[in-house]
C-alpha cells in the first residue's frame, strides 16, 4: 500500500508545485494583441466602388453645361465668340490660299513647256503672236498674263520689257497674296482676344467672391479664375495655327515667284530684240566651219 501521509521526494516535490502554478494559467482568457502591421487591403463592395467611380476626377479639367454657359454667356461671351469666329475664317482663308497657291494652277507646267517651245520654232512674225496671245488669255493662269504682256512688247530690248513686267507684276502678286496678309493679322488678334476674356472672367470670379460669404471661398476663386484661363489658352491656339499657316504660305508664295520669274526672263530672251539676236549668233556659230576655195588656194 502506498502512503499518502509519507512526504515526497524533493524531485516529486518540484514537478507538483510547477504543476499547481501552470494550471490557473492555461484556464486564463488570453489578452488581445496589438498588431502593428496594416490590415490587408481587401475588394471594396461594388456600391463603395461605383460611388468612387462617380466621384469627379479632382486632377482633371472638366467642362460641363455649367462652364460652357458661363464663358460664352457670362462676362467672356463677346471675346469668346469672337475667337471662334476667328477660328473659323483663318481656317477658311487656309484651306482658300492652299488651293489658290498650287504649282499647278499658277504655272501649269504642260502649257509652259509648249509656250516656250513654239517660241523657239522659226521666226517670230505677228501670225505666231496672236496665235500665242491667244493661247495665253484662254490658259488664264498668272503665268500666262506675264507671258501676254512679254508677247504685246515682242522686238523691244530686253530691259524695256522687264521695266514693262514690273510694273505689271505688282497689281498680279498682290492678288497672289491678298489672304496671306489676312491670316496674318489674325494670328496677332486671337491672343488679344484671350487675354480680354480672361480679364473679364477674372473679374467676373472676383465679383462673385466678394458677394460669398461663409466658407468656400478659395474654391470658388480657384474655380473661377481656371475657367476664365480657357479664354487665353483658345487665343493662343487659334494664332499658332494661323502664325504657322501664315509661314507656310508665304514660303510657298515666295517659291512660285521666284519660278514665275525665272520662266518669264526666259520668255523675254525669245521675243526681245538683243535675245533674238543673241539666238541667231548662237546658230551661226553652232554651223560648221567650212573654208572657202580662195582659204583653200592660199
Known amino acids: 500500500m502506498l502512503n499518502w501521509s509519507a512526504p515526497l521526494p524533493a524531485q516529486h516535490q518540484s514537478i507538483a508545485l510547477f504543476s ?4 490557473p494559467i492555461w484556464f486564463q482568457q488570453p489578452e488581445p494583441t496589438i498588431d502593428l502591421e496594416p490590415a490587408p487591403k481587401t475588394e471594396a463592395s461594388p456600391n463603395v466602388a461605383s460611388k468612387k467611380a462617380a466621384e469627379p476626377n479632382p486632377g482633371g ?5 455649367k462652364q460652357m ?3 460664352f454667356l457670362g462676362y467672356s461671351s463677346v471675346p469668346m465668340w469672337t475667337l471662334v469666329a476667328c477660328s473659323v ?6 484651306i482658300e490660299r492652299l488651293t489658290a497657291l498650287q504649282a ?7 502649257f ?3 509656250f516656250l517651245q513654239r517660241l523657239r520654232e522659226g521666226p517670230l512674225d505677228s501670225a505666231k503672236l496672236n496665235e500665242l496671245s491667244e493661247v495665253c488669255r484662254e490658259n488664264g493662269s498668272p503665268i ?3 507671258f501676254t504682256i512679254v508677247l504685246e512688247n515682242a522686238g ?3 530691259f524695256e520689257i522687264r521695266v514693262t513686267i514690273s510694273d505689271f507684276a505688282d497689281s498680279e502678286l498682290f492678288h497672289l497674296r491678298k489672304n496671306i496678309r489676312a491670316i496674318s493679322g489674325l494670328a496677332m488678334l486671337a491672343p488679344l482676344l484671350g487675354l480680354f476674356g480672361t480679364v473679364l472672367g477674372m473679374i467676373s470670379a472676383f465679383h462673385a467672391l466678394s458677394q460669398q460669404s461663409g466658407s468656400g471661398k478659395t474654391e470658388l476663386l480657384a474655380s473661377g479664375i481656371s475657367l476664365a484661363l480657357i479664354a487665353t489658352a483658345s487665343g493662343l491656339a487659334v494664332a499658332i495655327v494661323a502664325s504657322a499657316a501664315y509661314y507656310y504660305l508665304l514660303g510657298r508664295m515666295d517659291r512660285l515667284i521666284q519660278e514665275m520669274d525665272v520662266l518669264t526672263n526666259q520668255a523675254v530672251a525669245l521675243v526681245s530684240s538683243d535675245g533674238r539676236a543673241r539666238e541667231g549668233d548662237k546658230k551661226v556659230r553652232r554651223g560648221p566651219a567650212t573654208p572657202n576655195a580662195e582659204q583653200k588656194s592660199a
Open 104 to 110: 499647278r494652277r499658277v504655272m501649269p507646267r504642260a
Open 69 to 71: 454657359k458661363e464663358l
Open 89 to 94: 475664317l483663318t481656317l477658311m482663308l487656309v
Open 61 to 65: 479639367l472638366t467642362l460641363g453645361w
Open 156 to 158: 523691244r530690248p530686253s
Open 20 to 23: 499547481a502554478l501552470a494550471t
Open 144 to 146: 500666262s498674263r506675264f
Open 112 to 114: 509652259v513647256t509648249r
